[in-house]
Each structure stands twice: as C-alpha cells, then as structure tokens.
C-alpha cells in the first residue's frame, strides 16, 4: 500500500481520532483547524463500546482507560414532574453484553486524549488555519486557506462540523437545523453530593423525560463534575456556535416544571452554554465530483444526539477511511476505493440518525394516554435490553429500532471485521 499525503480539516473528536486511524497506516497525516488552540467544552459524552472498539484497534485503549476510570453504573428514566423511576438498567453488564462498559468522559479529556495520541504517531498539526473552500479538478485536490495559502495533498478529509466548509463546497443549498436546542452545564459532584436532596440523584445516568423537554444527565468518568444536557424547543442555540452563553434565568423557567430536586439541581448551575442540535439530511454522496475529497463524522451526518452515537459514528467512519484506504495501490486509485467506503459507512450513520431523532421523541412524548403506554412498554422491556453477546460481530442490519438486535448492531460493529467481509463486493 502506498502512503498517502492526507490533510484533515477539522481537530474536533472525529479528525482527532481520524488521523490516528490513517497515522497508524503509515500516511502522512495534517490536520489543519480554524482555531488557534483545540476547540474544546468542558462537558460529557458518552463513549460506549463501539467507539472502544476502535481505540482498542488503535492500540489506545489502555491510555483512554488512565482516564476515564469509572464506567456508567445504573442508567435510568424517571418521570419529570415526579422523579417516579419509569425503568432501569444496570449498564455493568455490558460488558457481557457488548465487549465494554460505557463511558461519560468530560469533551475536553476525550479530545485532549486523541490529540495527546495523535502527536505520538507524528501528525502534524496547523492551528489558526480556517479553511476557505477546496479544488478537487486537478490530479490532487488543494485545500484553499482563508490567508490565501493553498495546500496540496493525495485525498483531503473534511471533518469540520456540522456547519462543514467542505460538504458547503459540494452540496451549497443543503439546510441544516432543527427546533431543538440543549443547554450544557456542569456542576461540581462535591457541591451536589453535600446537599442531602439532591446527594440521591447525582450518581446514576438519568434521562428526565418530559413533554418537548428532556434533562440526560450523568457524573463523569474522568472529572469531579456533573454532567448535564438539557433540552427544549425554541431558538436559543445558534448551529455549530458550542460557546454561545445560556440564559441561567431562562434556562430554570423552561424546566420549571420538573420535579423539585432538578429544579434546585438548576439553581446550583454558575454557568452554561447553549447549542443548537442540528441535523444534516442524509446526502447525495460524501465525495467530491473530483473524487478525491471526503467528508466524514458530523460533517456529513451529523445527528440528534439522544442515541449518544454522533461522535461514535465520526470515529468509526475514521476506522473505515484508513480500512478502505488501505486496498489503494496508487494516487489514481483513490478514486476506485473511497465509493467503497461511502457504500459501507451511509446506511449505518443514517439508520443510527433516524433511531436517534426517533428516540429523541419518544422520550419528550406530551402527558397523555401515548405517554403512560410508552412508560408501560419501557417498564416491560427497558431500552438497551440486549441479549448476550457471543462474541461474534453484528453486521446484520435491524428492521427498527423496536428491532431487540437494533442495540447490539450499535454496540457490538466492528468496522474492521464488517469491511474485511464486504469490502471485496463494493469495488
Ligand atoms: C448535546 C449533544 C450531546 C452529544 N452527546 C454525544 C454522546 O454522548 N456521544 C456521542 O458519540 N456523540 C454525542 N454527540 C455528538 C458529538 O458531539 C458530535 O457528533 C461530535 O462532536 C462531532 O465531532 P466532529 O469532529 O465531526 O465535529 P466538531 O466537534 O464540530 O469539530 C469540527 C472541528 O472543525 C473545525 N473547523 C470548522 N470549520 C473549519 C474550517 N473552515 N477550517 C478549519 N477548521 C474548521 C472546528 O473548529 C472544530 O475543531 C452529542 C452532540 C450534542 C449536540
């Protein structure tokens, strides 16, 4: 296999893990970033067994252990108004179940982590460096800076967000949003465990569900903090701005119909953000007319996040990429191989996306008759029911997500294997 000069745009979770992928293959790996340091937020996100999966391809799962040392215990959904516990799980068993516990690390560790990594295998980093558009007519696509350079390279990998620069350049007309948006907080697990009220509530994983409004929160693996995300409708959030400052005022009247101990959880918030949660329809294709430019991870799929798989899907995308890469024999080949992994990678982002927005309303049901048959039904059979895993992985595709093998497919792919056993049927 040749090794290819590769240039990522964008140091989020996804280029991050991207580079390590195609480092470990031998190409020469940059990663150009807008910004002049990493653009980290300081709260969590899950990291659950198909992510760790692919760290441990990477041979950096022992690191990502140093930090993230305690692993979800019980996850729960409770009513809003009255806390009443609707069904629980003890997430320990996953490990039968999936291969790994999950993980909620605090962003600002995770991807501190990759890009700890990511040096040690010799990519380059150029930060300060925003992307203004991509020429991918000639024999090597050239990445074109908003300071006039213009640099060259075999494939260029656009991971730049959900706002993407890159997919703006292929498809300019695509709209992303949606109506909901998500405040971000943290607060210190020593300041909520001291308060007997609500010391209860801050060690289990806890979705709040409630009519358009939505409270998961959890304690971090790696930090003294609580993790929170709170959802609602509206316009607070501005798409793919991760810095914008919530409204603590507004932020407690929206869920001012919570049960008490969220409500004074609420009070003890010093500071939030707010986001927009956007979600990028599924597209025409992720590679450029030229053929020689692809984009990956939220760029071209981002997703709602109540099923916690958006970064999950970047980095296995990152997998797949140096996976499929890897069948090249030369510069012009690169054009034959990449349809390959567009062909493994779309199906699965996209059925994840829609399971995601679907779970995403069934949690935020209005009160009524729909709402107690749900709860009924996650009484019956709590979400994330799996049956054990027998080692082997998942490749076949479930119906919906009432699918009882819809979660262990998430959990339990193996990029690597999937592509081995497929990939000679997509070139
Ligand atoms: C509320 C919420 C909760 C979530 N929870 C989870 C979870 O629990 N688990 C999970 O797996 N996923 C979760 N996700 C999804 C996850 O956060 C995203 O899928 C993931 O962070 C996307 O990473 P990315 O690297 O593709 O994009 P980003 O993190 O947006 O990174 C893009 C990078 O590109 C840079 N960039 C942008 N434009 C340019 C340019 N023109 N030139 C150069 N650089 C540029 C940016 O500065 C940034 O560093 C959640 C999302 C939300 C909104």
Known sequence: MPNFEILIVGAGIVGLAASIGLANKGHKVTVIEATSVLQVVGDGIAVAANSQRVLKYYGILD??????????GVMQHRRYSTREIVSARDMTTQVQQYGYASYILSRRGYQQFLFEEAEKRGVQFRFSSPTETIKDSAKRPVLILKNGSRIEADIIV????????????????????????????????????AD????????????????QHLVIAAPSSDEDQYSMALYHPGNTGTAGDWKKPGDLDHMRETFKDFAPAMRKVLYLVDNSVVWKVVEVPPLPSWIS????????????????????????????????????????????????????????????????????????????????????????????????????????????IPGSLRDRKHQTWVMVYDTIAFIASLISCCL
């Open 196 to 211: 007997p009220e609500v010391a209860p509530l801050v060690s289990t994983f806890d979705f709040w569900m409630g009519t």
């Open 289 to 396: 007319k030229g053929g020689n430019v692809v984009i990956i991870g939220d760029a071209a799929h981002g997703m709602t996040p109540y099923q916690g798989q958006g970064a999950a899907m970047g980095i296995e995308d990152g997998t797949a990429l140096a996976e499929t890469l890897e069948r090249a024999t030369n510069l012009e080949d690169i054009k034959r191989v990449l349809p390959a992994f567009e062909t493994i990678r779309k199906p699965r982002a996209e059925l994840i996306a829609s399971a995601s927005a679907m779970l995403g309303k069934m949690w935020q049901m209005p009160d009524g008759e729909a709402q107690k048959q749900r709860d009924e039904r996650m009484k019956a059979m709590p979400i994330w029911d799996a049956k054990t895993w027998n080692g082997t992985h998942a490749d076949e």
């Open 158 to 193: 656009g991971a730049d967000g959900v706002n993407s620069i890159l997919r703006k350049s292929m498809y300019p007309g695509i709209q992303v949003s949606s109506d909901q948006n998500c405040y971000r907080a943290s607060i210190s697990l020593s300041k909520l465990q």
């Open 63 to 72: 690191n990502f252990y140093q930090r993230a040392t305690r692993n979800v």
